[in-house]
């Protein structure tokens, strides 16, 4: 009789629907690449691209170009096996699992599966469907499978957006919790997995003197900056039905305001944390404001491949928030974040509220005072800018700058998010993934901006390439007595 084997230090196999878009080409296969160099793969390990192109096996390791002629690929490689079938057709899928099957028989155990949905969501409910009907959602041959424990080996992996909006959200937990038990599904945010992201709660609960002055008697206001140089590239169909709101907004800027606004959690377990991820996100809420959201589509959008060339998909969004908790409520948190902008940029900074004027106005005091800056990419790591005495017999005062970097302070910038992801998922550790309360409060949110923009006739700004957005983005915070730092 076949044996489980615990998964983390044992054989898997990874099935990957999307095997030949962007995400798995990008991110995926390289991560699970990078982990195979660093021998972080068990011996035995085997990842099924699924797609709908009809590629051989060896089709498909040529796709990824860059790698042919590298040594560790062609070994990796070894482990990479291709499945094509239309995401409609249960034909795939029964394919697919007589090669699961014959990987059980190689191995001679119930190997564990991961399927991996790395597709546009509006795939995620036909991919369900089928793994349900060829019965592979199951789980492996194993003789206790009618008993749901080899079921409990199979995972789930859901990659964002989760769904278009609040209804589609629900109606997808719904039909995952139908055919899986909660332990069993990823639900994908890769910030999560970020060290920069992951960083700042250490920073905030492991060190006692950040946590006191947290709060809405010092801190003025915080603004985040999420910004790529890079456009769609070629990924024109799927950006023009999500835009930037749906596509980065509605998951990694969540993550983002999460990580700076939680409250302390209870403990740093699993539940705890997600809880804590859960409340704060469901307490935000968009300034009540007769434009408290900036839409832009920067120029020459409407000419990328496979965008309607009358798009009113936007590829930046600039917005005022506020955290309704007791200790933040009334902080605005500025936020924005766009494609095609000056420079690739994801920065978090908290400004405190500037006192050097009550004893030293005569002195200059700089605009800004108290800054901490959590540059979460590039050049990982955290600022805090003080002002200081410059030298000389005259008091004159300069803000400088407190640094810390990932590469000075410990020579590595550390995992890459997806190789963490990947990780975890192996683990079956959840910690770094969503819940589906966290999903659903954000959802709540974009929801509301959506319907709004529904009820607006042409809200959208275009804006040069390489700028930080429309102009209005400025005016945004500048009506309030602030700019951008960046
Ligand atoms: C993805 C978005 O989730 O994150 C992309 O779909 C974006 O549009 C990407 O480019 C950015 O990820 P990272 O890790 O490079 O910041």
Redesign the pocket.
Known sequence: MATSILPGTSPFIMAIFGATGDLAQNKLIPALFSLYKNKSLPEDFFIIGFSRREFTKEAFHDYFQEQKNNKAWKEFSSHLLYQSGSFEDEKGYKELDKKLLQIDKQIGACVTRFFYLATPPDHYQTILNNLVSTKLSEGCGHPSASSGQANSWTRIIIE?PFGKDLETARNLDKKLAEIFEEKQIFRVD?YLG?ETVQNMLAFRFANGIFEPVWNKNLIDHVQITWA?ESGIGKRGKFFDGVGILR??FQ??LMQLIAAVAMEQPKSFTKEDLRGARANVIGAITYANEEKPIVKGQYKGYRSEKDVSPDSKTETFIATKLFINTPKLEGVPFYVRAGKKMKKNL?EISVVFIQTCHILFKEYGCPEIGNVLTFRI?PNEGIDLRFIAKTPGSKLSLQPVNMKFGYKDDFGTSGLE?YEKVLLDIFAGDQMLFNRSDELESSWELITGILDKWKQEKDGIQVYSQGAWGPGEANELIEKDGRKWLV
Do not use: R
């Open positions: 964002k890769h970020k790529e596509d980065v998951n990694h994801v990419q998010a």
